[in-house]
């Protein structure tokens, strides 16, 4: 088209230049058949996808943005269907592989002759560290400081003691919390940092809010922990770190129990549940992957602030969980409780009228509880399924 009208045919030549709104385009489409040239090497049982665990999922690819990970068996059949797959697309796109900038990685389970055999045969070079992404390390081996160090040096840079001389007490606090919100947080949502490297983030944050510079250490006149309490109380609403990083670590967990479609809740369940429910306490090993061990920590915190919305009733014990409110359970508020309502859901608590059913419990709950129950509107089975939040 050109001025609204239809002109005549012309075969390009340049193609498209850097930084054309076309090309993310062009790009995802081109991607997007590599994915299903890589499907259907799956589907014909010649491409060995990686399973994460027993019942987890199998993963032959994964892709974001112009980064991308293949997965396979390690065996000259499977690097020659990796390759033939990769040449394809090639031939079909023009986009061509560069060999000096794609690493290969192997299991510790694969020997030291199959590897430099594989790796001879994919024209790649071998690493033992894949590095990081988005400044995560990649490999699941415990977290050290020193994978962390640039965090440190991140906010060392933007907390310079020159920008604590030119700002007020006020603008110090201001930009010391926007700053340490923003640097490590990407960090803290997928691994557990290392106390030690918090601590240090910490003191560079603690320092340059009370104006310390290279050669002298002002008064601070107030404890730390202070300035960590909600404005509300007299802080500064200061977060620490230490608990921010729990926090989120808590929210991966939740993933994990709620969001069963997401690929990595899969791949973490179908590799620790180990039979158990995901709900109850989880099992963790030492060889365990860094991640699950941190979840694992926080597990019990996760069930102490879980609730539950009430649709019909029927998944809710009412004496186990929370549903009155965000902390009750009722089963702590009974001395005694008889064995014929132990195992009542809500649902129990409603009568054929679709109205609360309290008699049989009026005598055993604090009459501000049943006055509680009663603002409550009763589970009805046009409501849907009970639902947990966090």
């Not at 110090?172 to 990407?186: D, E, F, G, H, N």
């Not at 008064?219 to 960590?228: A, D, G, K, P, Q």
């Not at 309502?341 to 009459?367: C, F, R, S, Y």
């Not at 501000?368 to 129950?373: D, L, N, P, T, Y």
């Amino acid at each position: 088209m050109w001025n609204g009208k239809r002109s005549t045919f012309f075969m390009p030549e340049r193609g498209i230049r850097q930084g054309d709104p076309l090309s993310p385009y062009l790009f995802v489409l081109c991607m997007d058949k590599l994915s299903h040239l890589i499907a259907k090497e799956v589907d014909n049982k010649d491409w060995m996808a990686m399973r994460a665990g027993r019942d987890g999922p199998h993963i032959s690819h994964l892709m974001f943005a112009d980064d991308l990970l293949l997965f396979g068996k390690a065996t000259e059949k499977q690097m020659e269907c990796t390759m033939r797959t990769l040449d394809k697309f090639s031939k079909m796109s023009g986009q061509v592989v560069s060999l000096e900038k794609t690493m290969i990685y192997f299991s510790k389970n694969v020997d030291a002759q199959t590897r430099r055999r594989l790796a001879r045969q994919s024209g790649c070079q071998e690493t033992s560290n894949i590095g990081k992404y988005l400044g995560v390390p990649l490999i699941g081996d415990a977290p050290r400081k020193r994978d962390f160090q640039h965090l440190i040096d991140k906010v060392r840079n933007k907390l310079s003691g020159w920008k604590a001389n030119q700002l007020s007490f006020a603008g110090r606090v201001t930009l010391s919390k926007s700053v340490i919100q923003a640097i490590p947080m990407y960090s803290m949502m997928t691994t557990l940092i290392p106390k030690s490297c918090l601590l240090e983030i910490q003191k560079l944050q603690r320092g340059f809010v009370w104006g310390d510079d290279e050669n002298k250490r002002r008064l601070h006149t107030v404890r730390w922990s202070t300035l960590t309490i909600p404005k509300e109380l007299g802080g500064l609403a200061v977060r620490d770190m230490s608990k921010m990083n729990l926090a989120c670590i808590m929210k991966l967990g939740w993933s994990i129990k709620m969001q069963e479609n997401n690929l990595w809740c899969q791949v973490l369940r179908g590799k620790y549940a180990r039979g158990n429910s995901i709900f109850e306490s989880p099992i963790v090993k030492k060889s365990d992957s860094s991640l699950w061990k941190s979840i694992g920590k926080v597990w019990s915190d996760i069930s102490k602030f879980e609730a539950w919305s009430i649709g019909d009733g029927l998944k809710v014990n009412c004496w186990k969980d929370i549903w009155i409110d965000t902390s009750t359970r009722l089963g702590e508020l009974v001395d005694t409780l008889p064995n014929n309502i132990a195992d009542w859901t809500v649902h129990d608590l409603v009568d054929n009228n679709n109205m609360w059913k309290l008699a049989d419990i009026e005598l055993l709950l604090p009459g501000s509880v049943i006055e509680k129950i009663k603002l409550i509107p009763p589970p009805c089975m046009e409501d849907g399924s009970d639902m947990r939040f966090w």
